[in-house]
């Protein structure tokens, strides 16, 4: 990047810390970077764009920190909660990946990011777990009849159910979330190399012949 764009990026994370997505606005950020407001839109369509850009970055950041905090070679299912709990404590910990529990903003920045920059531009899981994921399959210790791709999908949903905590109740929703994560893995453990893919899926299968 160049000098201005480094200077508006950085002076944006710096006003979307401490102010919020809602509460900063393209003046702000263009003043503090020293630079002209048209200067922004050489660079960025718009502030949800730059704001994304920003999230996405702190989001990696996190990723590859919670990667490195946990041995991968332990049993799934504490490898799997160990991930999430960190996840979740470092987006709390971070003023922006907290918008992430704004769902009313999120949704708006998303969508616009989406679409002025394709519909597979936002992917908030870890792209280097999917082949942890690959590695249990083969190893027999996750069923192998269901994608890696839909099972890093299916972690995505049961992330995505933390930013619904208020329907769901909240002195029901540590509980539930627990539940739903052990339910989830006991549901993708496999049977061993011998047999990795017997299933119900298989089951059910089987008694259509």
């Known amino acids: 990047m160049n000098d201005?764009?480094?200077?508006?990026?950085?002076?944006?994370?710096?006003?979307?810390?401490?102010?919020?997505?809602?509460?900063?606005?393209?003046?702000?950020?263009?003043?503090?970077?020293?630079?002209?407001?048209?200067?922004?839109?050489?660079?960025?369509?718009s502030k949800d764009q730059l704001f994304m850009e920003i999230y996405l970055a702190e989001n990696a950041q996190l990723k590859k920190h919670v990667l490195a905090s946990i041995d991968l070679d332990e049993r799934p299912g504490k490898v799997i909660r160990e991930m999430m709990l960190l996840n979740t404590q470092g987006m709390l910990a971070n003023p922006i990946l907290r918008e992430w529990y704004n769902r009313d903003v999120f949704n708006q920045i998303e969508r616009v990011y989406r679409e002025q920059n394709g519909v597979e531009a936002t992917y908030f899981l870890y792209d280097s777990f999917i082949e942890v994921v690959r590695k249990w399959q083969e190893a027999g210790k996750f069923r192998g009849d269901i994608d890696a791709e839909m099972i890093m999908a299916i972690f995505g949903a049961i992330i995505n159910i933390d930013t619904h905590k208020e329907e769901i109740g909240l002195q029901y929703f540590p509980q539930i979330l627990e539940y739903v994560t052990e339910f989830v893995i006991n549901g993708l453990k496999g049977s061993g190399p011998s047999n990795p893919e017997s299933t119900l899926l298989n089951d059910e299968q089987e008694a259509k012949k």
């Open 4 to 45: 201005k764009r480094i200077r508006i990026y950085n002076s944006a994370r710096e006003l979307f810390s401490a102010k919020g997505f809602k509460d900063t606005n393209v003046a702000e950020i263009t003043k503090l970077a020293g630079v002209a407001t048209g200067t922004f839109y050489n660079y960025y369509l």
